[in-house]
């Protein structure tokens, strides 16, 4: 079936540096795929998704881009501040009919000032 | 637009005593989820609505867990007895139908002691 792997952490990085958290799939087909956020106490936002290849979602300064050569969607956002310190998670539809979600390990990131 | 609504945040009991949590979708979400969060991971999926009617439970571990809901709006999801191995969060999510456009509570945090 459907799955992600991500690019597990934790990830430290001052204010201001450039982040990219990896995440790659296996699939049948061309699925939706999704970027996460959850923070500290929170439950799972939304944070991008793009829909077919080449798409690229973004969102609060963060990007992915759908990548079928590669089967990658890794989110990079150029200046992350303080505020970007929590949990994302890579993930996709799954099962017969694509009716649930598969979720990567998550990776914890902290920024620090 | 209200979210989905989910109570309590936070409950912890002793091992063995029952335990159930409220979820409360989106107005108009026929399709509602329970996810499973284990500490570090990524939320898996327990059980799957639509209505009423429940779709998909493989994953639930029906000698402890049940599910209901009743005239397809609000869940309850219960444990009983509750394990030590419980204590995680439950998160609820619903949807139109797809899952791809699914919207997940702040999730309720059980610690089993």
């Known amino acids: 079936g459907n799955s992600v792997t991500q690019m597990e952490g934790p990830v430290t990085l001052s204010e201001e540096a450039f982040l990219t958290i990896n995440c790659t799939y296996t699939a049948t087909g061309y699925p939706s795929l999704f970027w996460y956020v959850q923070y500290p106490g929170e439950g799972l936002q939304l944070l991008l998704k793009?829909?077919?290849?080449?798409d690229k979602g973004s969102n609060k300064g963060f990007e992915a881009t759908y990548r079928k050569e590669t089967t990658s969607f890794h989110l990079e956002k150029g200046s992350v501040q303080v505020s970007d310190s929590a949990v994302y998670f890579c993930a996709l539809p799954s099962g017969g009919s694509n009716y649930k979600l598969t979720f990567g390990k998550g990776t914890l990131l902290t920024v620090n000032p | 637009e209200a979210g989905v609504v989910q109570s309590p945040r936070y409950k912890i009991i002793e091992k063995k005593q029952p335990v159930a949590f409220w979820c409360n979708p989106i107005?108009?979400?026929?399709?509602l989820y329970w996810y499973l969060q284990n500490l570090g991971q990524g939320p898996e999926l327990l059980i799957r609505y639509e209505n009423e009617e429940a779709v998909d439970d493989s994953q639930l571990p029906k000698d402890r867990f049940s599910a209901e809901r009743l005239k397809g709006v609000d869940s309850t999801l219960k444990i009983q007895p509750a394990e030590l191995g419980d204590s995680a969060v439950y998160l609820c999510?619903?949807?139109?139908?797809?899952?791809?456009?699914?919207?997940f509570g702040q999730g309720t945090r059980l610690t089993v002691v």
């Open positions: 999510a619903s949807s139109l139908g797809r899952v791809t456009e699914a919207f």
């Open positions: 793009a829909t077919k290849a080449d």
């Open positions: 107005s108009g979400h026929n399709t």
